[in-house]
């Protein structure tokens, strides 16, 4: 056996001791030290993603319960109700029907159980006080009856007249979903 100075025992050990504190520093502290930075910049990207779902969540909720309500809304209304004389009756009572140039009534099919009934209805040479009462006299009825798209121009008969192109939409259960209900 090799019989070692105090010396080269003392740097032995140091070496030992160096060495253990080297591969500590290489296996423990380093990787630690890079995991801990590694989180501290993805936590926060991971919360706002977080924020965001939770936030995608509630506004899903929010729209799953407002399907809800409108398919009961559908599935309440009679099956009698037809549009386009609804409308008619808002028109008188809007003292709008002299002015009417058009109206178009059109059903369109959503899905294999709903329809849409779409009725355009170009008005000219109206103001805008009784446009504005028309609108609200449809969309604050109990009727499901909602204005889709409003065009309004200036008239070409008068400069304090507008002329319009509204359309009003009601969803509606289908005949074949009716009969099976």
């Known amino acids: 056996m090799i019989r070692l100075t105090r010396r080269e025992k003392l740097l032995a050990a140091a070496l030992a001791i160096f060495a253990v504190a080297w591969s500590f520093f290489a296996f423990v502290v380093k990787p630690t030290k890079d995991r801990i930075e590694t989180l501290k910049r993805v936590i926060p990207q991971k919360q706002e993603e977080l924020r965001k779902l939770r936030a995608a969540g509630k506004e899903y909720v929010l729209l799953r319960d407002s399907l809800r309500d409108l398919r009961t809304k559908v599935a309440s209304q009679r099956q009698t109700f037809e549009l386009l004389p609804f409308l008619e009756s808002l028109i008188r009572q809007s003292d709008l029907k002299g002015k009417i ?66 359309e009003i939409h009601n969803p509606r259960l289908t005949q074949s979903k009716v009969a099976r209900g």
């Open 101 to 166: 140039a058009t109206m178009k009534q059109r059903v369109l099919p959503l899905d294999s159980d709903y329809s849409q009934t779409i009725v355009e209805i170009e008005i000219e040479g109206l103001t805008l006080t009784s446009l504005v009462d028309f609108l609200s006299k449809v969309e604050s009825s109990d009727v499901l009856a909602r204005i889709r798209s409003l065009y309004i121009k200036k008239s070409r008969k008068s400069k304090d007249l507008l002329d319009s192109v509204v």
